[in-house]
């Protein structure tokens, strides 16, 4: 055991967390994301987080990783289709909260991009995180920063 580290912060994560290097992304999925192909598309690594939200995973990872400050928006939301347009998702406002609380720029360093293009910029990130989060449209990239 360690002290300061929360208890949803597998091994596995610390260890691609601390690997991980300034702009370095890593993706939080939620139950739908297609995270073991979309890791597995260029090699890289999908971490299992089940039993975890992905809310949860974000509050863990934003308490050991600082978020780029030479980008605008280092933290980018999965948007809905025009299929789902009307579907509430008050996950976000969790996300923007969350951030908010880790970083002075609040939910200024949030952007959303649609679907597909979220799908292509997962894929080059660093690493993967499968978690079982229900909510729709739960999915985020997050841009490491330095210290």
Partial sequence: MLRGIPNCITPEL??????MGHGDTIVIGDSNFPAASTAA?????????DGHRAT?????ILQLMPLDDFVD????????????KDLECTVWDEFKAIVAK????GAGAVDFIDR?????????AYAVVSTTETAPYACIILQ????
């Fill in 14 to 19: 610390l260890k691609v967390l601390h690997e």
């Fill in 41 to 49: 598309a260029k090699g890289h690594v999908n971490i299992r987080c």
């Fill in 56 to 60: 949860e995973l974000l509050d863990a």
């Fill in 73 to 84: 928006k280092p933290v980018i939301i999965m948007n809905k289709t025009e299929r789902h």
């Fill in 102 to 105: 880790h970083d002075p720029r």
């Fill in 116 to 124: 597909f293009p979220f799908y292509t910029a997962a894929q080059n």
């Fill in 144 to 147: 490491k920063g330095c210290l």
